[in-house]
């Protein structure tokens, strides 16, 4: 047990390092979400006045969960890039052989992603509150929400591991990326469900992400509905995609 | 025009469409990127109708102009990266030996992204009808909105192309994409102008020429013929094609005489 947490300590250290000391890696992942929150926070915030929103917090602070869900989500496709970039630098592939616990790489990663999303949604959450965003949540309720969202990046991180220890190449970006972000999308982004017409409906209706964010945004306003339910499909989504994500280990060290 | 200007230009033309065509990996996001952004935000956004004095009942229609001015934003980092791919590849260089001449060097990699925006737009326009979206300006005018939309394309195209003549790099031309994306979102590409409640998003709004271009298409397919928002709309995009060709011919030249 020593030596997984001594794998996974290393990966981690390694993977936390290049992203403080990289300014090309932390852009990318700050310019999108604050990009996002600019755009949907301040130029849609009329969206508000449209009959039965009636989302006490305000449009920023709707906008903002799903900008912070959409960014630790987002979190996990970057470390899922970095799985990959280490894979053609011949790095992974010297630690495979090198690790005497292979899941604790794994972990390590994890950890990796978690702190990214740290400090990137520590920026979002600045920059939301410096726009007059209210929090009319609790200290609890706001804890809640950040549980939910570290949650997600888990689960967003053993997806894009779990798919760049498969593909081993940064090529596989777009596979790695895009169902992220089509499952963040498929949610009621600009209004809530019950406004919802059409396919998206439907399809938001069987979006897991649906009801996270929806409890996600109900955390902020201090009146959170469903939050057995939303911290039960994170939590599914995590159990589910473990055994991908081994599966992705298996294939790495299968291919030597 | 000399012809042998013509005939340099026509077979750097064709290089440029077939090498446009033949990459699915510049084709398909091209035209899937657009339409799957503007697919979730058409479908998320519909109850946008509801505010009061929003133009149409149809936010479909009101969008369509997205896919259209998004599309020629992957023109600009298609030029850019095919130019900056012949620079680091030492194509340029190469064709510099030759009595190729610059006017026809660009011109010529600049066809391969005006037939791009022509594909574009002719997919994004039939996908938007089979989505129930009525040309209001009618058969002309939605022949009208191809060839503005492929000026943009053209427009973008050149200022891929600076970029790429400036920095010789693929990778810098794609770096600069999220920038232009920024400035398409701080436009009234989501909502009109007048409906944008945040002051400071209106007044970036307003200042930001995007919004014009936008307009312009978009009053052919919800208002009919509006002169003005045409006129302006041609104005920018013309404006564009205008810097980003000179912008291209001068970094053309700068960078030839390096070489």
Same mark, same amino acid.
């Given at each position: 047990?020593?030596?997984?947490?001594?794998?996974?300590?290393?990966?981690?250290?390694?993977?936390?390092? +290049?992203?403080?000391?990289?300014?090309?890696?932390?852009?990318?992942?700050?310019?999108? &979400?604050?990009?996002?929150?600019?755009?949907?926070?301040?130029?849609?915030?009329?969206?508000?006045?449209?009959?039965?929103?009636?989302?006490?917090?305000? %449009?920023?602070?709707?906008?903002?969960?799903?900008?912070?869900?959409?960014?630790?989500?987002?979190?996990?496709?970057?470390?899922?890039?970095?799985?990959? =970039?280490?894979?053609?630098?011949?790095?992974?592939? =010297?630690?495979? /052989?090198?690790? &005497?616990? =292979?899941?604790?790489?794994?972990? @390590?990663?994890?950890?990796?992603?978690?702190?990214?999303?740290?400090?990137?949604?520590?920026?979002?959450?600045?920059?939301?509150? /410096?726009?007059?965003? +209210?929090?009319?949540?609790?200290?609890?309720?706001?804890?809640?929400?950040?549980?939910?969202?570290?949650?997600?990046?888990?689960?967003?991180?053993?997806?894009?591991?779990?798919?760049?220890? /498969?593909? =081993?190449?940064?090529?596989? @970006?777009?596979?790695?990326?895009?169902?992220?972000?089509?499952?963040?999308?498929?949610?009621?982004?600009?209004? &809530?469900?019950?406004?919802?017409?059409?396919?998206?409906?439907?399809?938001?209706?069987?979006?897991?992400?649906? %009801?996270?964010?929806?409890?996600?945004?109900?955390?902020?306003?201090?009146? &959170?509905?469903?939050?057995?339910?939303?911290?039960?499909?994170?939590?599914?989504?995590?159990?589910?995609?473990?055994?991908?994500?081994?599966?992705?280990?298996?294939?790495?060290?299968?291919?030597? | 025009?000399?012809?042998?200007?013509?005939?340099?230009?026509?077979?750097?033309?064709?290089?440029?469409?077939?090498?446009?065509?033949?990459?699915?990996?510049?084709?398909?996001?091209?035209?899937?990127?657009?339409?799957?952004?503007?697919?979730?935000?058409?479908?998320?956004?519909?109850?946008? #109708?509801? !505010?009061?004095?929003?133009? #149409?009942?149809?936010?479909?229609?009101?969008?369509?102009?997205?896919?259209?001015?998004?599309?020629?934003?992957?023109?600009?980092?298609?030029?850019?990266?095919?130019?900056?791919?012949?620079?680091?590849? $030492?194509?340029?260089?190469?064709?510099?030996?030759?009595?190729?001449?610059?006017?026809?060097?660009?011109?010529?990699?600049?066809?391969?992204?005006?037939?791009?925006?022509?594909?574009?737009?002719?997919?994004?326009?039939?996908?938007?009808?089979?989505?129930?979206?009525?040309?209001? *300006?009618?058969?002309?005018?939605?022949?009208?909105?191809?060839?503005?939309?492929?000026? #943009?394309?053209?427009?973008?195209?050149?200022? $891929?192309?600076?970029?790429?003549?400036?920095?010789?790099?693929?990778?810098?031309?794609?770096?600069?994409?999220?920038?232009?994306?920024?400035?398409?979102?701080?436009?009234?590409?989501?909502?009109?102008?007048?409906?944008?409640?945040?002051?400071?998003?209106?007044?970036?709004?307003?200042?930001?020429?995007?919004?014009?271009?936008?307009?312009? !298409?978009?009053?052919?397919?919800?208002?009919?013929?509006? $002169?003005?928002?045409?006129?302006?709309?041609?104005?920018?995009?013309?404006?564009?094609?205008?810097?980003? !060709?000179?912008?291209? *011919?001068?970094?053309?030249?700068?960078?030839?005489?390096?070489?």
């Amino acid at each position: 047990m020593k030596s997984f947490f001594s794998v996974a300590g290393a990966v981690a250290w390694r993977g936390i390092h +290049n992203f403080a000391t990289n300014p090309a890696l932390i852009v990318p992942s700050l310019l999108f &979400p604050l990009f996002f929150l600019a755009a949907f926070a301040g130029g849609l915030s009329r969206v508000s006045n449209v009959p039965n929103f009636d989302y006490k917090a305000g %449009y920023t602070a709707f906008q903002y969960v799903w900008v912070l869900l959409q960014t630790v989500a987002v979190g996990g496709a970057f470390t899922g890039f970095a799985v990959a =970039r280490d894979f053609e630098g011949g790095f992974a592939r =010297r630690l495979l /052989l090198a690790a &005497p616990r =292979r899941g604790g790489i794994i972990l @390590g990663y994890i950890c990796v992603a978690l702190v990214r999303v740290s400090f990137t949604g520590g920026v979002v959450t600045v920059a939301a509150l /410096l726009a007059g965003m +209210n929090v009319l949540g609790s200290g609890v309720d706001i804890l809640g929400l950040v549980g939910l969202a570290a949650l997600v990046n888990v689960a967003a991180t053993l997806f894009a591991v779990g798919m760049a220890l /498969l593909l =081993r190449t940064s090529q596989g @970006g777009f596979l790695i990326q895009t169902p992220i972000f089509v499952a963040t999308f498929l949610a009621p982004v600009f209004v &809530p469900l019950k406004l919802l017409n059409n396919w998206i409906e439907t399809v938001a209706y069987f979006n897991p992400v649906t %009801y996270i964010l929806e409890t996600g945004r109900g955390f902020l306003a201090g009146n &959170p509905s469903g939050v057995l339910l939303a911290f039960g499909f994170a939590a599914a989504l995590i159990v589910v995609l473990i055994p991908w994500v081994l599966f992705g280990l298996r294939s790495a060290e299968k291919a030597g | 025009m000399s012809s042998m200007v013509l005939t340099q230009m026509a077979s750097l033309s064709r290089r440029s469409v077939l090498r446009v065509f033949r990459q699915p990996e510049i084709i398909v996001p091209a035209l899937l990127f657009p339409l799957l952004i503007f697919g979730f935000q058409a479908a998320g956004l519909g109850s946008a #109708t509801k !505010i009061p004095g929003f133009p #149409t009942n149809s936010y479909v229609s009101f969008l369509l102009a997205f896919p259209l001015v998004q599309g020629s934003l992957f023109s600009a980092v298609a030029a850019g990266t095919d130019l900056a791919r012949d620079i680091e590849t $030492g194509f340029l260089n190469r064709l510099s030996l030759t009595p190729m001449r610059p006017t026809a060097l660009l011109a010529g990699s600049l066809v391969g992204v005006v037939a791009l925006g022509f594909l574009q737009s002719v997919v994004f326009l039939t996908v938007g009808i089979i989505f129930g979206v009525r040309i209001e *300006a009618g058969f002309l005018g939605a022949l009208v909105l191809i060839v503005l939309t492929m000026l #943009t394309a053209l427009g973008f195209g050149g200022i $891929g192309a600076i970029l790429a003549l400036w920095t010789g790099s693929g990778e810098a031309v794609q770096g600069i994409f999220p920038l232009l994306l920024v400035s398409f979102f701080l436009s009234s590409i989501l909502l009109p102008r007048d409906l944008i409640q945040t002051d400071w998003f209106r007044t970036v709004a307003t200042y930001n020429p995007i919004s014009y271009l936008v307009e312009g !298409i978009r009053s052919l397919i919800i208002t009919g013929w509006d $002169g003005h928002a045409l006129l302006l709309g041609f104005l920018v995009a013309g404006g564009l094609a205008l810097v980003g !060709i000179s912008g291209a *011919a001068l970094s053309l030249k700068g960078r030839l005489g390096r070489t």
